[in-house]
């Protein structure tokens, strides 16, 4: 065994699995995934437990601070974060130029970032703040921008999930449309050493800056293998389009050698935990508001979906994750499969900087080993 002491990663040349599965990198007291049970802890909290209740404000505190705040303290912390909502004239100068090119909205959100690097003076923590702060801004000014319209000045007297909806859309959402955003950011705000977090943990372990940090994350999460499977997952349900059709559908996909998206997960062997958390916040939205016609036919094609897989591919367990309700609740709340991933980064953007402070208090520099399975004794003859 080769011991990598400037990572705190052991790494054995000839047994390492591909992909880093199984390796343990550093240690986090930020969120745990139990794959096998089915368990997603954050900062001591079941998600089942706190992601339906808290105020996103509340988690953003407790991830930032180790627990959770008292009143007076929530309270001030929340008005730090809302003091920080407005965009630089740099960051809308950007978006505006992206918006002129129809540049995708995860796109201009990797390009908007950067600018915010002058707006802390290298502060990790203030910068933490102003981009957990900030990112609903960028994504609705941008969304706006895109449409031909003007972006909404930011405000300080909404909640964090209220301004998000505020900045897209431009009216004052509704409490129960806040608390099924809430639910849904709370919910994926972060989960373990995913791709996203840890590029962000390897920049900042380098001691470079938190924007620096986060704009590799985005950049990690626009692929199609980490934040883009909801739109995708309620492409099939719209597909389908009736629940009488989800069988043949189904099948015709499975023996064509597609991937269902919305079932099967990297970690989970058993149902994504955040699956059940967004499906019961999807339930009671739909009972108020949206189609209540596509949550039924979502609801049927789920049940077919899981019937077909354990019939097909017995053993694999490919159960519902949590892509197939996040396009279930987002759709719902008006938002377009193109803000999907969008949206999903500004809750996560609370993960990635609480980690980048855990790594850069308690973590070292991230440097594995790769394992060589080239040539080695090639001899070179000068031409």
Known sequence: MANNASAGLTVDNKSTPEGLDGVIAASTRLSLVDGEAGRLVIAGYAVEDIAPKARFEELAYLLLNGRLATEPELTKFSAELAARRELPEATLL????????????????????????????GDYQQSSLRLIAVLPTIVGSYWRLLKSQQPVAARADLSHAAHYLYQVFGTEPAPERTRALETYINTVCDHGFNASTFTARVIISTHSDVISAITGAIGALKGPLHGGAPGPALDMVLEIGRADRAESVIRAKLAGGERLMGFGHRVYRVRDPRADVLAAAAEKFYQTGGDRDLYQLARDVELVALRVLAEQKPGRRLDTNVEFYTALLLHGLGLPSVLFTPTFAVGRVLGWTAHCLEQLRDGRLIRPQSRYIGPEHSNFVAG
């Open 94 to 121: 950007v978006l505006g130029e992206a918006a002129r090119r129809s540049v995708p909205v995860i796109d201009a959100l990797v390009m908007a970032v950067p600018t915010l690097l002058t707006s802390d003076g």
